[in-house]
């Protein structure tokens, strides 16, 4: 299985990112992905990427962090190196303050002409701000190869619209919630999306799945997202994993 998103470049969060390396191996996670969120947790992801042969980097600006955001010149930089496999996270985010609309827009433009130079894919994050997203996704007149709608919370009718942009790859992440008990509704949309664009990821150390819930969560706990998939789906966790790594490989080209 492979752990798509994760941030064990957070260091007041993973202290020792080594033991929660050694933990997903241990839970058959043997790819994960280290996202950053601004210059600085893209540096570490690639220094992480540099330690641990199973870790990869994806580097770039959160909605959040945007109004710090002045150029793409380090995430240009980074982009170098042959275990970043994606440019992210980016998007929108209308339910946090730290930055403006225009601001996020801002550092998501260019970020997203930087990977449609570089031919890179491309992982976006996006809260309560699905409408604007997917409008401005098909505004575009330039497509990377693949996009990942990160911890996908959309309704059916954003994921159809995305998959209906024909120049790039959509893909959608699925995270610990699926695993919740109230989560039914976030089950029926899981069910309908095309099991060949689905992705596992934790968003650790958030979003930990059931029955873990207020505890930190990490890379090793991907196997519970993976049977809450399959359950949602009505599928052997076997078939989930199979599927899920198979897409992450076509997401992530670098991962191989």
């Known amino acids: 299985m492979i752990d798509t998103h994760c ?23 043997d790819r994960i ?37 002045e150029n793409t010149q380090r995430i240009e930089a980074l982009c170098k190196h042959p275990k970043v496999v994606a440019i992210g996270e980016i998007g929108l985010d209308y339910h946090w303050d730290y930055s403006t609309p225009e601001q996020q827009l801002v550092a998501t433009n260019a970020h997203w002409a930087l990977a449609c130079e570089l031919q890179m894919p491309v992982v976006f994050h996006c809260r309560e701000a699905y409408d604007d997203l997917i409008d401005w996704l ?29 120049e790039t790859e959509v893909f959608f992440g ?60 009505s599928i052997s966790a076997a078939e989930a994993a199979a599927a899920t790594t198979a897409n992450a490989f076509r997401a992530f080209p670098r991962l191989r």
């Open 174 to 233: 699925i995270d610990g919630p699926i695993t919740f008990k109230n989560a039914t509704a976030l089950r029926d949309i899981a069910a309908e999306l095309p099991l060949d664009r689905l992705l596992l990821e934790t968003d650790s150390p958030y979003l930990t799945p059931h029955p873990h819930r207020g505890k930190p969560n990490e890379p090793a706990m991907i196997p519970l997202i993976c049977d809450g998939l399959a359950a949602a789906l």
């Open 7 to 29: 941030h064990l470049n957070l260091t007041d969060h993973f202290p020792d990112p080594s033991a929660a390396v050694d933990r997903a191996l241990h839970a058959d996670v």
């Open 138 to 166: 098909e505004s575009r007149d330039a497509y990377p190869p693949t996009c990942v709608l990160h911890c996908f919370a959309g309704d059916v009718s954003h994921a159809r619209r995305a998959l209906a942009i024909e």
């Open 33 to 69: 992905i280290v996202v950053g969120i601004d210059d600085e947790t893209s540096q570490l992801a690639v220094d992480l990427a540099d330690r641990f042969d199973a870790v990869f980097a994806c580097v770039g600006w959160h909605p959040t962090s945007a109004a710090k955001y």
